[in-house]
Nanobody, 123 residues
């Protein structure tokens, strides 16, 4: 499977952005999609995940209540709606996919990755 993330940009604190992750290629054995982020000098951090069919969203505590993951199956696209953004959300955001039977908040557990998209939140 190939993943292509887009939608990043510069936004003021309190603003919103929606990231997209388009999946293409062989997808028949994929079970989960996830978003991760990586700030300069920090490890890649789990943001949230969703099943391939678009159910059972899981979120990191740091984004719970502000971020929403959804999937448009007809478009093979997963979205990350980010509201009430804060400067600490500044990072490169990556989408990832996996065939595992369960989701995992460790980046090492995810097999397929898209290129990152930069999100910068100004104060």
């Amino acid at each position: 499977v190939q993943l292509q993330a887009s939608g990043g940009g510069l936004v003021q604190a309190g603003g919103s952005l929606r990231l997209s992750c388009l999946a293409s290629g062989r997808q028949f054995n994929m079970n989960f999609l996830a978003w991760f982020r990586q700030a300069p000098g920090k490890e890649r951090e789990f943001v949230g995940s969703i099943t391939w069919s678009g159910g059972s969203p899981v979120y990191a505590n740091s984004v719970k209540g502000r971020f929403t993951i959804s999937r448009d199956n007809a478009k093979d696209t997963v979205y990350l709606q980010m509201n009430d953004l804060i400067p600490e959300d500044t990072a490169v955001y990556y989408c990832a996919a996996n065939w595992a039977a369960y989701t995992d908040n460790r980046a090492i557990a995810w097999a397929y990755w898209g290129q990152g998209t930069q999100v910068t939140v100004s104060s």
